[in-house]
Nanobody
Framework: QVHLVESGGGAVQTGASLTLSCVAS????????MGWFRQAPGKERVFVGRVRWTTGLATLATSVKDRFTIDRDKDKNMMTLQMNSLTPDETGVYYC??????????????????WGQGTQVTVSS
């Protein structure tokens, strides 16, 4: 069982930047994708971005693709999400999820076999 731990959240103002990290431990990651999801109060958990573990190829949701970047460090078993020009729309708990790789540019919540505990991001206007 892979264990995931997110960190890096905080309370910031509109326009600020944050970097979130997700560290994996347990079985070695191979043909996997790691995804970032955001869940705002009273809302569904939505896809933010994903990275293929073997290649580092990353995709992002259209709503954030011009402002966010996603990467992974295989040596550190870590995925990062660099968030710039934050708006209140990005407020929520950010979760790291792990799924088997499939062709595509997103990850569904139902595909994730492991989840982290989440890290809170609050963007004030």
């Amino acid at each position: 069982q892979v264990h995931l731990v997110e960190s890096g959240g905080g309370a910031v103002q509109t326009g600020a930047s944050l970097t979130l990290s997700c560290v994996a431990s347990g079985p070695r990651l191979t043909n996997d994708v790691m995804g970032w999801f955001r869940q705002a109060p009273g809302k569904e958990r939505v896809f933010v971005g994903r990275v293929r573990w073997t290649t580092g190829l990353a995709t992002l949701a259209t709503s954030v693709k011009d402002r966010f970047t996603i990467d992974r460090d295989k040596d550190k078993n870590m995925m990062t999400l660099q968030m710039n020009s934050l708006t209140p729309d990005e407020t929520g708990v950010y979760y790291c999820g792990l799924a088997n790789w499939r062709y595509g540019n997103n990850v569904k919540s139902s595909e994730c076999a492991s989840w982290g505990q989440g890290t809170q991001v609050t963007v004030s206007s």
